[in-house]
């Protein structure tokens, strides 16, 4: 008889989920975590960047209050108000964590999780090492920000940093041109830093669709964010205080802190997956079928572990899928179709299905409608900043297969458009579909005329 039916290693988003279900299911499940239960997302990840991004949109609204009438006085940004802030938020959020772990009878073990077997795992703590035996376990240890081997790396931060930074850098370079990188160099640029942006590409948000990409870029450097792309840092060099980059252009940039959002690896390290025959993939990640099993029979991994999506909501479909799989008698497996995401940029961009391009390779025959405006709230304020909206319609069957948004409120517009892409949503219902007026989301139901095909296809 095992200690547990189910051992999970990681209380993040995945594990936590996971495990709660299973025990719903009735499994005796124990739970493992070396820091704060509620992982990435919760502890270093969406939440907090969340909040942050919130602190960092009243400058605008202050700009903006003006056109409307208000007085709004001077302003002032206090860095350390806003991180304490922060982390009251982050305890709460982890207390509610715990909380849901106890109620739904879960055992939670402080300390690192390794197997020492196909079926034990060896927890070792403040209060010193601890086997515990189990029928399945499941690996949902999240993933880690990996950064270039350049000279003075060891200068730089990663994200992990950026949210306890002592105070508001004056002068900050993010490297990277994908979510974490263009979040962060909103959150530094709205929050008053003077904001250099490096990109290795040619244009940031690789894999998103074209024009999305296109307008996000003209949308930041209309604000003042210095984006620069096809350049990359070389070295680092501290002088006094400051950091000193060498650019691939040749040239050097002063900064105060270096920020490197340049992709997550797979936390599978020390876990002792190789050891007992787990099949890891070339970036560390824990290969795993449909069902989430890895190649060894009883050891499952769900979330940014395995190296699929690596986001929040997939983690938690997959440990949901997998405790339902083990203890629910409902084999299930996560349908990764039009997932939706979010970049939580300023402007924000959303986005579900495919890309333009990516729906011409697969259907051939596209047509695309795009709207380009400004919204509302901008008029008065006399802000330049223009939303872009963009659906992609299968021409054979007439369905909407990918709709793209760039502008104000763009999360919160495409959750509701990727419940219609999910059902499978012609453009006809669309259209036949009553705006909500006046509104930026009204778009979607009142593009009539598609980019003209050469247009389009440039
Ligand atoms: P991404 O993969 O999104 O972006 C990494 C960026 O770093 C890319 O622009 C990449 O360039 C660049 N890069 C990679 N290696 C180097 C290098 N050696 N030198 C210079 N640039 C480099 O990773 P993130 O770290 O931004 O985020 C990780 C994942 O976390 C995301 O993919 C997403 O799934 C998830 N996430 C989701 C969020 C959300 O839902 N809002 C928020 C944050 C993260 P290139 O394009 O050329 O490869």
């Known amino acids: 008889m095992y200690d547990f039916d189910l051992f999970v290693i990681g209380a993040g ?37 969340k909040l942050l991004v919130y602190a960092s949109e009243f400058g605008e609204h202050f700009e ?18 806003l991180i304490a802030n922060k982390d009251r938020e982050i305890d709460r959020l982890n207390g509610l964590y715990l909380q849901t772990l106890r109620n739904a009878g879960v055992t939670l073990l402080n300390g690192r999780g390794r197997l020492k077997s196909p079926h034990e795992i060896e927890i070792s703590g403040k209060d010193g090492n601890r086997t515990v035996t189990a029928d399945k376990i499941l690996i949902a240890t999240g993933g880690w920000p990996t950064m270039p081997d350049i000279p003075g790396i060891e200068h730089a931060i990663t994200s992990n940093e ?65 984006l620069r792309v096809e350049t990359n840092v070389t070295a680092i060099e501290k002088n006094g205080d400051a950091l000193v980059l060498a650019l691939t252009d040749g040239s050097n940039l002063e900064v105060d802190a270096v920020m490197f959002a340049t992709g997550r690896a797979p936390n599978t390290r020390g876990l002792g997956l190789a050891e007992v025959g787990v099949a ?14 890895s190649s060894v029979e009883n050891i499952y991994a769900v979330g940014d572990v395995t190296d699929r999506i690596a986001l929040t909501p997939v983690a938690i479909k997959e440990g949901a899928a997998v405790a339902a799989t083990l203890f629910g008698d409902k084999p299930t497996r996560v349908d990764y179709r039009d997932v939706p995401s979010a970049v939580f940029s300023q402007p924000t961009v959303a986005t579900v299905g495919l890309t ?41 069957s007439d369905r909407v297969v990918g709709a793209h948004m760039v502008g104000p409120d763009a999360a919160e517009i495409i959750q509701g458009v990727a419940i219609a892409l999910k059902c499978g949503a012609t453009k006809a219902q669309f259209d036949a579909t009553v705006a909500i007026h006046p509104s930026s989301a009204e778009e979607f139901v009142l593009m009539r005329e598609p980019v003209p095909q050469q247009v389009a296809a440039q």
């Open 13 to 49: 988003s995945g594990g936590v989920r996971a495990s709660r279900m299973a025990a719903g299911y009735g499994a005796r499940v124990g739970i493992c975590e070396e820091y704060r239960v509620g992982g990435t997302c919760v502890i270093r990840g969406c939440v907090p960047k």
């Open 64 to 81: 903006d209050a003006a056109g409307f009438g208000w007085d709004v006085g001077e302003r002032h940004f206090d860095w350390a108000t």
């Open 162 to 226: 950026a949210f306890h930074l002592p105070r508001l850098p004056d002068r900050i370079a993010v490297v990277g041109g994908g979510y974490i990188a263009l979040e962060f160099a909103c959150i530094f640029h709205g929050l008053g830093s003077q904001v250099v942006q490096l990109y290795r590409g040619e244009q940031i948000l690789r894999g998103f669709d074209r024009d999305v990409r296109n307008a996000l870029a003209d949308a930041l450097r209309g604000k003042g964010l210095d």
């Open 280 to 293: 890891l993939d070339d970036k560390g990640g824990v290969v795993v079928d449909e069902y989430s099993r």
């Open 356 to 396: 333009e391009d990516e729906a011409r390779a697969e259907y051939g025959d596209v047509d695309v409608y795009i709207s380009r405006f400004r919204p509302m709230k901008y008029t008065l304020p006399g802000r330049e900043e223009r939303a872009l909206m963009k659906l992609v319609v299968d021409r054979a």
